[in-house]
């Protein structure tokens, strides 16, 4: 009877072993033959060796929503081909010393969408040709120069809404390469001036809808080859003279929504390749004469929503390139008969809701606009 009920109880136990081995098995991953992609089916956990008997022409591995919150040492084992590999929306909260070491030829890595909130210094180590790294919507508060020396051939960071509250010095001085920086959405309040030092190649870079508070006048004179700038929503932010000093490439100038910035004949004396002006919400009440004497290239101006009470001589004749111009939702009230003077190649010029009471006889004669935007309020 006890030998029975011991026969019976082994036969459960196997029964049940076999049960969860089955139910626990790892589906067989998906390969897209045409594209090369490969996409496992692990989630929760990415074990060690998993990638070891792939095809060799795999280039990008993707585990988009697998619920992954850890990747075990020698994970990526025998993906040292792949090209792009995809992590994004899952729980990673950790990025560990070496993960990714074994992806020596990874181009492009999307971490996007996780809860990332620490990364080791040695993390990325091996990823020597890593181009674009994608760090979109985490919980980074804090990056140390460190982290970022294996990504000697980084050319675009995207750093979108995280919670980087100071930008330290140096912060990106391993990066010699980068061309694209993204920051915006973080909670940055102070950036040391000599934060983006040793960037020399950057050719964007994007800060808007951060709580900045002082931008230091020579923050930027090491992006000698930045061709675009985006500042906004940083309403406590006040921008003074000489805060362009350096950019000698800038191309694309756009702030929005920020406490004040100081505009006279010398703000963008260092800046002559500017071809695109576009500073609205950032309460200017005055543009004065010759503002842009220097801008040769400069084709579109954008004021929109500001202060400005008055249009003087010359404010806009220097750089006769000049095709758009949007100064409405203003309190422009008066506008000089040589405001407009020698703009031979506008072709948009946007005057609407001022306070416009009458326009100068002369105002129009040496320009031809071929589209005229006017809200006349008050019409004497």
């Known amino acids: 009877m006890v030998n029975k009920r011991l026969l019976c109880l082994l036969l459960m136990l196997l029964l049940l072993s076999f049960v969860h081995e089955e139910a626990f098995e790892v589906p067989t991953p998906r390969i897209d033959t045409d594209k ?12 060690a060796g998993a990638f070891k008997t792939i095809p060799s022409v795999i280039r990008r591995v993707t585990f988009q929503c697998r619920h992954i919150s850890s990747i075990e040492k020698g994970a990526f084992e025998g993906l040292h081909l792949i090209k792009h590999l995809d992590i994004g929306c899952n729980r990673l909260r950790i990025l560990t010393d070496f993960m990714f070491m074994n992806l020596s030829n990874l181009r492009i890595l999307d971490l996007r969408d996780n809860n990332i909130h620490c990364i080791d210094d040695n993390a990325f180590f091996g990823l020597s040709h890593l181009i674009i790294l994608n ?13 970022f020396m294996p990504l000697v051939s980084l050319k675009e960071l995207i750093m979108y809404g995280n919670t980087q509250e100071n930008l330290t010095s140096g912060q990106f001085s391993p990066l010699a390469k980068l061309e694209y920086l993204e920051l915006d959405a973080n909670r ?6 000599t934060a983006f030092n040793g960037l020399m190649n ?21 992006l000698t080859n930045l061709k675009i700038l985006h500042i906004g929503n940083s309403r406590r932010l006040v921008i003074e003279e000489g805060i362009f000093h350096g950019m000698i490439s800038l191309q694309s100038l756009q702030i929005r929504n920020i406490k004040f910035i100081v505009i006279n004949e010398q703000t963008f004396k260092h800046v002559p390749e500017l071809r695109v002006i576009r500073i609205c919400e950032a309460n200017i009440a005055h543009i004065p004469s010759h503002f842009a004497r220097n801008l040769k290239h400069l084709q579109q101006i954008n004021f929109k929503q500001d202060l400005v009470k008055a249009l003087p001589h010359f404010v806009f004749s220097s750089p006769s390139n000049i095709s758009t111009i949007n100064i409405c939702h203003n309190e422009i009230s008066y506008i000089s008969n040589m405001s407009f003077a020698g703009l031979l190649h506008l072709q948009v010029l946007d005057l609407s809701f001022n306070r416009i009471h009458h326009l100068v006889h002369h105002m129009g004669t040496q320009m031809r606009p071929v589209c005229l935007y006017m809200y006349v309020s008050k019409l004497m």
């Open 36 to 47: 090369n992609v490969l996409y496992p089916y692990f989630s929760w956990t990415v074990p």
């Open 135 to 147: 760090l979109r919507r985490n919980r980074i508060a804090k990056l140390c120069p460190t982290v």
């Open 188 to 193: 940055i309040q102070y950036i040391h001036q």
């Open 202 to 222: 950057l050719e964007q870079l994007s800060l808007r809808d951060n709580p900045i508070e002082m931008i230091a006048y020579n923050t930027f004179e090491d």
